[in-house]
């Protein structure tokens, strides 16, 4: 972590949240337009939690995605993460917390096409300046832990959906993040590989790993233990 991330981090209480957003508003504006995307949302999410946000096109829940993920910044309101304060960093701030504290599943799974499944979870530790050695130890253990230790050098197009979508929670997992962020991750699959990919969920889950899944699925919230709705950019709990 550089000197300027370190003076950022806040000392977190011991029964302080792992995420927390106070008053986060989202504007744009497009043209001569202002559009409110995100309106005063308050949330909490516990380490170990399991939390579903779920809303329609156009609800917000994109954009609460982003801010979460470190991927845009709020307008108005404060967000910390893991005792960092996050709301005001710059792009290179945000970018190794991206690659410290979150990992990422997206619905077109992202991996290069070219690369290996191992090569593809490796990469995040790539990034971080991990030995050569250590990544690819750390990568195949990922992989074995969603089941693909015998799927290490296939490439993308040589794996199902499910399977690919298995390579993406491994690569998620490798670096050990204090947050597995999942954005549609059952969007691009059929019924059968959901069922594998929220079962995958679960078992993270039940091991103590802390995820905020987005979705516009009703029966994919309902796997979750926490439910928040999107609507208008405001945030409702449901459960």
Excluded: W
């Amino acid at each position: 972590m550089t000197a300027a991330l370190e003076a950022m981090v806040v000392e977190p209480a011991g029964e302080s949240a792992l995420l927390q957003l106070r008053g986060v508003t989202k504007t744009y504006l497009m043209g001569e337009i202002t559009v409110q995307a995100v309106r005063g949302v308050d949330l909490d999410v516990q380490e170990g939690d399991y939390l579903a946000i779920i809303g329609p096109s156009g609800s917000g829940k994109s954009t609460l995605m982003h801010i979460i993920g470190c991927l845009d910044i709020p307008t108005t309101g404060t967000y910390t993460l893991a005792g960092i304060d996050v709301a005001g960093m710059g792009e290179l701030q945000l970018a190794q917390v991206r690659n410290r504290r979150i990992g990422f599943v997206f619905q077109a799974f992202n991996l290069l096409p070219g690369m290996s499944a191992l090569r593809n979870v490796e990469l995040p530790l790539m990034y971080a300046g991990v030995s050569r050695a250590d990544r690819r130890a750390r990568a195949v253990r990922a992989l074995e832990r969603v089941g693909l230790g015998d799927r290490i050098d296939h490439k993308p197009n040589e794996l199902s959906g499910g399977q690919q979508q298995r390579v993406s929670v491994a690569r998620a997992l490798v670096t050990e993040p204090d947050l597995i962020l999942a954005d549609e991750p059952t969007g691009n699959l059929d019924s059968a590989s959901t069922e594998e990919i929220l079962g995958l969920f679960r078992e993270l889950h039940d091991s103590g790993r802390t995820i905020v899944l987005i979705t516009h699925e009703h029966d994919v919230a309902d796997q979750a233990s926490r439910v928040v709705a999107m609507r208008d950019g405001q945030a409702e709990v449901v459960r």
